[in-house]
């Protein structure tokens, strides 16, 4: 699994403190054991510039077709004018500090419709069936 975040429509440089993934559980929790730490370029923490996107290293884990994931997003200092998609048709949940590891979910007091920087969750199609290939 691999994650795109987007400053696409930022004034200044987004500073990311560090991002997770797993699989979604009911409402904002995560189920237990797929928790996941992101990475970029090898490193927890990553700056966006203003107009850019970036993508994170790959993340094992393994999930069904069309099973939910939950993306977890950290910034240590406010972030400015945010790129998001306003009606991304699922609940996202926001709370204060760092929550990434958080697998139960109750700190999350706000709802949105909305995704702030996430611009895409990239899966690989592990081994095809009946084609002999696939991706690895």
């Known amino acids: 699994m691999r994650i795109t975040l987007s400053n696409r429509y930022g004034t200044k440089p987004l500073r990311i403190a560090g991002a997770t993934i797993g699989k979604a559980g009911n409402g904002a929790a995560v189920r237990p054991g797929t928790l996941r730490p992101l990475t970029f370029d090898g490193r927890t923490a990553t700056t966006i510039p203003a107009g850019r996107e970036t993508v ?54 706000e709802k949105t419709t909305a995704w702030y920087f996430l611009s895409g969750v990239d899966t690989s199609g592990g081994r095809a069936k009946g084609t002999g290939g696939g991706l690895r």
């Open 56 to 109: 994170s290293d790959a993340a094992r884990l393994r999930t069904a077709p069309l099973e939910s994931v939950t993306v977890t997003l950290y910034f240590a200092e406010p972030t400015g004018p945010a790129t998001f998609h306003e009606n991304a048709m699922t609940t996202s949940y926001r709370a204060a500090g760092d929550r990434r590891f958080d697998r139960g979910g109750r700190a999350y007091e």
